[in-house]
T-cell receptor
């Protein structure tokens, strides 16, 4: 158990819909990262927040957005969903934001868009 | 830009055989980490290498960082079925601290 929690574990929705994925980082961690993992694909970095502020952006679509709240939990919002958005979405956390930080991953949310 | 290639993408071994995966960078790396993701699971941190020529061991796993800090390897001695999974060598690819993971090496072990 990494100490990072994600809800929900599974999500099935239809094209065009909007969903929100939630992540609670490990106690004391200030950074939250979001990743997308499609079938047979590697982990694609989406976005990072540090202490409530956006820190880095990766290959995140304009239809996707995220935020980190004062209690440090984070939400990833996916809108106008397409079939290709079906994937595993992982959240990870670390104490700070440096390049030598170990990232602790949550169990992921499996999203299926029909 | 900086690129790190991990090879092989897939490896199938018989239980008891050794296994090695390599990560090769076009530029010098400040550090490199290794993660393992079991089937159906999430990535789990294994180790971080920082120094040139560094070698670290964890039981049957041996991690190396090249002298030029441009390559790294993970060697597993006498694989077991519990070693099955995908091994990633993410590197620090951005100014803000994001790790770039890639596709990793998927290891399957036949009992």
């Amino acid at each position: 158990d990494s100490g990072v929690t994600q809800t929900p574990k599974h999500l099935i929705t239809a094209t065009g819909q909007r969903v929100t994925l939630r992540c609670s980082p490990r106690s004391g961690d200030l950074s939250v990262y979001w990743y997308q993992q499609s079938l047979d694909q590697g982990l694609q970095f989406l976005i990072q927040y540090y202490n409530g502020e956006e820190r880095a952006k990766g290959n995140i679509l304009e239809r996707f957005s995220a935020q980190q709240f004062p209690d440090l939990h984070s939400e990833l919002n996916l809108s106008s969903l397409e079939l290709g958005d079906s994937a595993l979405y992982f959240c990870a956390s670390s104490i700070h934001h440096g390049g030598d930080e170990t990232q602790y991953f949550g169990p992921g949310t499996r999203l299926l868009v029909l | 830009g900086q690129q790190v290639m991990q090879i092989p993408q897939y490896q199938h071994v018989q239980e008891g055989e050794d296994f090695t995966t390599y990560c090769n960078s076009s530029t010098t790396l400040s550090n490199i980490q290794w993660y393992k993701q079991r089937p159906g699971g999430h990535p789990v941190f294994l180790i971080q290498l920082v120094k040139s020529g560094e070698v670290k061991k964890q039981k049957r796993l041996t991690f190396q960082f090249g002298e030029a800090k441009k390559n790294s390897s993970l060697h597993i001695t006498a694989t077991q079925t519990t070693d099955v999974g995908t091994y990633f060598c993410p590197y620090y690819g951005g100014s803000q601290g994001n790790l770039i993971f890639g596709k990793g090496t998927k290891l399957s072990v036949k009992p």
